[in-house]
């Protein structure tokens, strides 16, 4: 149990004596549609967090694909893909029982930047943006359609603080098995650490997009 904080911080004014105000040019940097730029790296990530929140439930899921897997349908608008997962639709339920509300987090590797997205969120079966994202013969279920709110480019100090486009840096971790994992938390008798680790495996091979 963790004892009452004598030291928490719990007003702005307090926080605000911790740190300087953000630079006028900080402030100004964040649109209300996507240039350029933002497509392009957009066009160029394989990898983005979605951020949503419902009435009882937060997430934080991510969505991974080839370069572009996430579609720019035009400055105000972008469209990501949902390929199988764990079928858990958490994301997807708090944007069904909430108002749509989403923040989303690009990056690309080697790049010390991150894009940030934060707008509202529709599911959508619109048949011209699943056949644009056909993979290995197999066309996703729906996409997330999001309506652009604020878009902005964002410090990369994480990334450089956290060496994770440096290999030579990466010490190798000392943890057990995925299958490991989940057996020890579970209260599944029937089912080893074996079994969940090559079931694992196996849907990591063979069903990334059907």
């Known amino acids: 149990m963790i004892e009452a904080d004598t030291d928490r911080v719990e007003s702005l004014e307090q926080l605000r004596t911790l740190y300087e105000m953000p630079q006028d040019r900080i402030l100004r940097m964040k649109f209300p549609r996507l240039d350029s730029f933002m497509e392009g790296f ?3 990530s394989p990898l983005v967090f979605i951020a949503t929140a419902g009435p009882d ?3 934080n899921s991510p969505r991974g694909g080839k370069p ?8 105000g608008h972008l469209a990501i893909p ?3 997962g764990n079928n858990k639709l958490e994301s997807m339920t708090n944007i069904l029982h909430a ?3 989403c923040g989303l987090v ?6 010390d930047t991150f894009l940030r997205i934060n707008g509202k969120a529709v599911l959508s079966r619109r048949a ?6 056909a993979e290995n013969g197999s066309l996703p279920k729906l996409v997330v359609l999001v309506t652009v709110e604020e878009a902005y480019f964002h ?6 603080r956290s060496h994770i486009w440096e290999p030579a840096q990466w010490a190798k971790p000392e943890l057990p098995s995925v299958g490991t994992m989940i057996k020890a938390q579970s209260t599944m008798p029937e089912v080893t650490a074996d079994m969940i680790d090559a079931d694992y495996q196996r849907a990591l091979r063979q069903d990334l997009y059907g």
């Open 42 to 44: 957009i066009a160029a």
């Open 57 to 59: 439930v937060l997430d």
């Open 68 to 75: 572009g897997f996430v579609r720019v349908v035009d400055a």
């Open 82 to 84: 949902d390929w199988p």
């Open 99 to 101: 108002d749509g509300r």
């Open 106 to 111: 690009f990056v690309v590797p080697h790049m």
């Open 128 to 133: 011209d943006l699943l056949a644009s994202m």
């Open 155 to 160: 410090c990369g100090k994480a990334l450089r």
